[in-house]
């Protein structure tokens, strides 16, 4: 009733994507945000609707081109600093297929919406973005949180990872903030104290990551509690963790234990 309303009303639209979105129906949520980008060009709110669509979509490059329309109209440096990590954790997800591309020997990629670029260059875009964002609101603990992470597994820079890292939990003590710190303390050797917060981070963990239980248990090994990292491994894996990288710290452990 309302889509003919003169002027038209942007909040109606919305309401329209957001029931079609429950109802599953990504043919009208299409149509339904087309049109509404048609009347509203500048709002940043469509712009996000249309990179949340192609995201499901798997077209993560055209993901990146709406979020970057997106940014040109957000409102205020909040918002602003908000979609720039969300680019970031984009360009994220491009490397991590360029790198199961490469894995399996693929140059090029025959998906729907090809990647082209390398891994290298996906993830200097991610921390480009993520650097863009910060500067127009620091305090955003989700991409303190990733840029720390992908840092840290990476390796480097581990004293600016600890310190957005600590900032993030900080700001939201959840189990993948607390992770995420007490992986970089395991990193810089400080295995104790990695331990205290990676138990915090498992307490509060309702989704049965694969990736604490590994870690908790290549915090346990470094420690010297060998029985407690098998235990941890061996949960890792019944919860979908990577069976190859397991099987390698089992491996090591046997090994160890001969000795």
Not at 28 to 56: C, D, I, N
Not at 143 to 156: D, H, K, P, Q
Not at 174 to 182: E, G, I, M, R
Not at 195 to 205: E, G, I, N
Request: hydrophobic fraction near 30%.
């Amino acid at each position: 009733k309302h889509r003919d309303d003169n002027p038209p009303n942007e909040e109606y639209y919305i309401a329209i994507i957001d029931i079609y979105n429950y109802l599953k129906e990504p043919d009208s949520v299409r149509y339904y945000t087309a049109e509404a980008m048609q009347r509203f060009p500048k709002s940043s709110a469509l712009h996000l609707y249309h990179g949340s669509q192609r995201l499901q979509e798997e077209d993560l490059m055209g993901c990146i081109e709406s979020f970057c329309e997106a940014e040109k109209y957000a409102e205020n440096d909040t918002m602003r600093g908000q979609i720039l990590g969300y680019i970031g954790d984009i360009y994220q997800q491009v490397a991590q297929r360029r790198e199961e591309l490469d894995k399996a020997g693929i140059k090029r990629d025959y998906a729907t919406y090809p990647i082209k670029m390398s891994y290298k260059k996906a993830m200097q875009k991610c921390y480009l973005y993520y650097d863009l964002a910060l500067e127009h609101h620091y305090d955003n603990a989700s991409v303190l949180n990733n840029y720390a992470y992908f840092l840290s597994l990476e390796n480097r820079e581990l004293d600016r990872a600890e310190q957005m890292s600590k900032r993030a939990i900080e700001l939201e003590r959840n189990a993948s903030n607390l992770d995420t710190y007490a992986w970089i303390l395991h990193l810089r050797g400080d295995d104790k104290q990695a331990q205290q917060y990676m138990r915090q981070a498992l307490s509060r963990d309702s989704d049965k990551s694969p990736d604490l239980q590994q870690h908790y248990g290549d915090i346990l090994y470094a420690l010297g509690e060998y029985t407690m990292a098998k235990s941890y491994w061996q949960r890792a894996l019944e919860y979908g963790a990577d069976a190859e990288e397991i099987e390698q710290r089992l491996r090591m452990l046997d090994e160890k234990q001969q000795k």
